[in-house]
């Protein structure tokens, strides 16, 4: 991609979680950001515990700005994508929060926020896929970018302690993911597009969009934000050697054979536990649920950002 300089006039809006903000400088330093780069000045919408960005993004859409940027964590992206999703207005990232986890997919800057400011008004347009979930045979309809996980998985992120996640990052939820081992495998039937199900008892089901999750780790090797394709991992730990057939089948070359950790692949996805398990949705504890639906939309949002070299 291509940098060029804004066409006078564009404009854009910040959707912002000031509680992540980095200090007391950054908006004016943007702002001037925004300036030296052609731009006019932006829109500054910060996020409330009541809307952590949806209805910031909606106003920012009717606005008629050129790009809508996510200023926080994975939370705000999340929230902001919703709005977005389907439209031709992009979506900018200056992550804020622990993960940043689509951020680090997308290779943008995650340890300098004013420049990864930069790389969203100086770079180019591409396009990603969105991944729909609905819960338990609901109405509502919520979206994810990275990765939804159903049982294990999304225990971590629930009992994943604040404070010890301010302190140490990303490496607080391997404190959590110990604590949270011990635990019995629920009978579950997975669907991939249609086909009869497959029988498993698991402890986590989880669909990927992107393949890096927590401290960069590839749990989803084969997965491409923009090949119009979810990829499913069943963790299935069995005896007193189960979680390390686990460890091996995610940190290892190669998951054939391994009965502990499966893959699948496809556009559709539906999953049935026999009882409700905390679910996630881009490390967002969202509660229980014991049915999980999820359907691929092809490069149906657009992202506007200067990438790093690999």
């Known amino acids: 991609m291509t940098e060029n300089k804004a066409p006078k006039g564009q404009r854009a809006a910040v959707v912002v979680n000031p509680a992540k903000l980095p200090d007391g400088q950054f908006k004016d330093r943007f702002l001037q950001l925004c300036s030296d780069s052609g731009w006019d000045e932006p829109l500054w919408l910060e996020t409330t515990e009541e809307d952590p960005g949806t209805g910031q993004a909606e106003d920012a859409l009717e606005a008629g700005v050129d790009v809508v940027i996510a200023a926080g964590g994975d939370g705000t992206v999340r929230c902001v994508a919703a709005v977005l999703a389907g439209t031709d207005t992009a979506m900018g990232l200056i992550p804020l929060g622990t993960g940043n986890l689509l ?137 007193r050697l189960g979680w390390l057939n686990v460890v091996a089948g995610v940190f290892g070359k190669g998951r054939r054979g391994n009965k502990s950790v499966q893959s699948h692949s496809g556009r559709t996805a539906e999953i049935d536990v026999d009882s409700p398990q905390p679910f996630q949705l881009d490390g967002d504890h969202l509660g229980t649920a014991a049915h999980l639906k999820v359907s691929v939309e092809p490069q149906a949002l657009a992202i506007r950002m200067t990438a790093r070299d690999a």
């Open 103 to 239: 951020a680090r997919n997308l290779q943008i800057n995650v340890l300098d926020p004013l420049s990864a400011g930069q790389g969203v008004l100086t770079g180019s347009e591409t396009r990603i896929d969105v991944i729909r979930a609905v819960l338990d045979h609901g109405r509502e309809e919520h979206i994810f970018l990275v990765a939804a996980g159903l049982g294990y998985d999304a225990a971590i992120m629930a009992d994943t302690n604040d404070a010890l996640k301010d302190r140490v990052g990303w490496l607080a939820y391997v404190e959590a993911g110990i604590r949270k081992l011990p635990g019995k495998a629920v009978p579950a039937r997975i669907s991939v597009d249609g086909q009869p199900p497959i029988h498993r008892k698991v402890r986590s089901v989880m669909v990927g969009n992107c393949g890096k999750l927590m401290g960069d780790v590839q749990f989803f090797p084969e997965a491409l934000f923009t090949d119009g394709i979810l990829d499913l991992l069943v963790l299935a730990p069995r005896g």
